[in-house]
């Protein structure tokens, strides 16, 4: 689990090796399987946030949860630059 | 160079002298910032720690009341609580999931850099963004995290505003943050010499057994490091705990469920204006930090391996 290169060790006989390579695949993809879901817990947020940001108040409260908004409601950038003087240089 | 020295000894005391004031004249913007805004605000809150102070009248001299009264303080005593739990339930969980993460990305995973990208990103959100982020995302009504709860047939706890969850709540978080750890480990798990396991796999040690005689002492500086940083990170808690605290408009947030031990010094000293009371709960807060600090030290002789030693 630790280290990979430990098993193409030429030391090691090469009826091990063969056997390892199975087990090594099998480590391998569930290995991917971990790192992805996890990864997908990370990014999770992001893709909420994401998607919220492009989402109407309605939306966003919308008890039956809405994944994507029938209407992109970008007003809600324009709203945020212009919450504060952005582009007014003092 | 050496001559000079012996012809011309005061020319050189001279020049020593030039260098000293040069280099002090190098260092003084440090030197002043440091004597300025960190020696003498940290000298100035030990006297304050001994008065009654309130910012506007001149403070008044109590000697140790404000230490005796800590201790006679309900919420001196939850705020500790509600710190030792981010501690405690804490600290360790998020460090062993960073290492068991930096573990599966040690070896040779495709994709490798994509994966400690993905893991290290969270750590770049701002504290507040991200704990509003959050508080979307644990929402009892509205929040994803209940949502996909209730997908798999489980009613998600109401997050934010039971007393019981709120500081589970800001763990789950914790883990969102852990990048820093991951990638710090995995840089340590990198250093550690192949030989080893490939000595360990001909002697046919299992992978685990691997893990507790070769890996765990080969990183042990970098977990000693970890565990002190995050000690002190753990004890400071504030931002999360503050933001938290405004899904119920209040400053300690349910039942004072996220009054932690700053956000009360915090209270203590801007809301009652009380800055001695504050001062002596932030002295008390430094003996805490520097016991345990202390104690990890002395017990890192035990568990903690430098490869140079011995």
């Given at each position: 689990m630790v280290n990979k290169a430990v098993s193409d060790g030429s030391l090691q006989s090469p009826v091990k090796k063969k056997k390892g390579s199975i087990k090594r695949k099998m480590s391998s993809t569930l290995k991917h399987l971990v790192l992805g879901l996890v990864g997908l817990c990370f990014l999770g947020p992001f893709a909420y946030l994401l998607l919220t940001s492009i989402k109407s108040i309605d939306d966003i409260f919308a008890v039956p949860f809405v994944w994507w908004p029938k209407e992109l409601f970008l007003e809600n950038y324009s709203n945020a630059v212009n919450a504060i003087p952005f582009f007014d240089i003092p | 160079m050496m001559t000079e020295q012996h012809n011309n000894t005061i020319g050189i005391r001279k020049r020593e002298r030039k260098l000293l004031i040069t280099g002090l004249l190098f260092t003084s913007p440090w030197i002043i910032g440091f004597l300025v805004f960190q020696l003498y605000p940290i000298l100035a809150s030990f006297y304050y720690s001994m008065t009654d102070y309130n910012l506007f009248s001149a403070p008044t001299w109590v000697g140790l009341d404000n230490y005796t009264n800590l201790f006679k303080d309900d919420k001196f005593y939850l705020s500790m609580y509600n710190t030792l739990y981010m501690t405690i339930v804490g600290v360790v969980p998020h460090m062993a999931f960073a290492l068991i993460m930096a573990l599966l990305l040690n070896a040779k995973v495709k994709g490798q850099s994509i994966y400690r990208t993905i893991y290290f990103l969270p750590t770049l959100v701002p504290a507040v963004a991200g704990s509003l982020l959050w508080m979307w995302l644990l929402n009892?009504?509205?929040?994803f995290i209940n949502l996909a709860l209730e997908y798999v047939g489980i009613a998600g706890p109401n997050w934010l505003i039971d007393p019981d969850w709120t500081k589970p709540s800001l763990v789950l978080m914790g883990f969102w943050g852990t990048g820093t750890i991951t990638v710090m480990y995995l840089a340590a798990l990198q250093d550690v010499p192949k030989m080893y396991y490939e000595a360990a796999d001909i002697d046919g040690a299992s992978k685990w057994r691997q893990f507790w005689t070769i890996t765990f002492p080969s990183i042990s500086p970098m977990t000693l490091f970890q565990l002190i940083m995050m000690l002190i990170a753990s004890f400071q808690y504030f931002t999360e705990g503050m933001v938290f605290a405004e899904a119920t408009q209040?400053?300690?947030g349910p039942e004072n469920s996220l009054l932690f031990y700053s956000i009360y010094l915090y209270q203590q000293a801007f809301s009652f204006l009380n800055m001695g009371y504050a001062s002596a709960m932030a002295w008390m807060l430094f003996v805490v930090v520097m016991f345990f600090a202390l104690v990890i030290f002395k017990t890192s002789a035990k568990w903690v391996y430098y490869g140079g030693d011995k």
């Amino acid at each position: 689990m630790v280290n990979k290169a430990v098993s193409d060790g030429s030391l090691q006989s090469p009826v091990k090796k063969k056997k390892g390579s199975i087990k090594r695949k099998m480590s391998s993809t569930l290995k991917h399987l971990v790192l992805g879901l996890v990864g997908l817990c990370f990014l999770g947020p992001f893709a909420y946030l994401l998607l919220t940001s492009i989402k109407s108040i309605d939306d966003i409260f919308a008890v039956p949860f809405v994944w994507w908004p029938k209407e992109l409601f970008l007003e809600n950038y324009s709203n945020a630059v212009n919450a504060i003087p952005f582009f007014d240089i003092p | 160079m050496m001559t000079e020295q012996h012809n011309n000894t005061i020319g050189i005391r001279k020049r020593e002298r030039k260098l000293l004031i040069t280099g002090l004249l190098f260092t003084s913007p440090w030197i002043i910032g440091f004597l300025v805004f960190q020696l003498y605000p940290i000298l100035a809150s030990f006297y304050y720690s001994m008065t009654d102070y309130n910012l506007f009248s001149a403070p008044t001299w109590v000697g140790l009341d404000n230490y005796t009264n800590l201790f006679k303080d309900d919420k001196f005593y939850l705020s500790m609580y509600n710190t030792l739990y981010m501690t405690i339930v804490g600290v360790v969980p998020h460090m062993a999931f960073a290492l068991i993460m930096a573990l599966l990305l040690n070896a040779k995973v495709k994709g490798q850099s994509i994966y400690r990208t993905i893991y290290f990103l969270p750590t770049l959100v701002p504290a507040v963004a991200g704990s509003l982020l959050w508080m979307w995302l644990l929402n009892s009504q509205y929040g994803f995290i209940n949502l996909a709860l209730e997908y798999v047939g489980i009613a998600g706890p109401n997050w934010l505003i039971d007393p019981d969850w709120t500081k589970p709540s800001l763990v789950l978080m914790g883990f969102w943050g852990t990048g820093t750890i991951t990638v710090m480990y995995l840089a340590a798990l990198q250093d550690v010499p192949k030989m080893y396991y490939e000595a360990a796999d001909i002697d046919g040690a299992s992978k685990w057994r691997q893990f507790w005689t070769i890996t765990f002492p080969s990183i042990s500086p970098m977990t000693l490091f970890q565990l002190i940083m995050m000690l002190i990170a753990s004890f400071q808690y504030f931002t999360e705990g503050m933001v938290f605290a405004e899904a119920t408009q209040s400053t300690g947030g349910p039942e004072n469920s996220l009054l932690f031990y700053s956000i009360y010094l915090y209270q203590q000293a801007f809301s009652f204006l009380n800055m001695g009371y504050a001062s002596a709960m932030a002295w008390m807060l430094f003996v805490v930090v520097m016991f345990f600090a202390l104690v990890i030290f002395k017990t890192s002789a035990k568990w903690v391996y430098y490869g140079g030693d011995k």
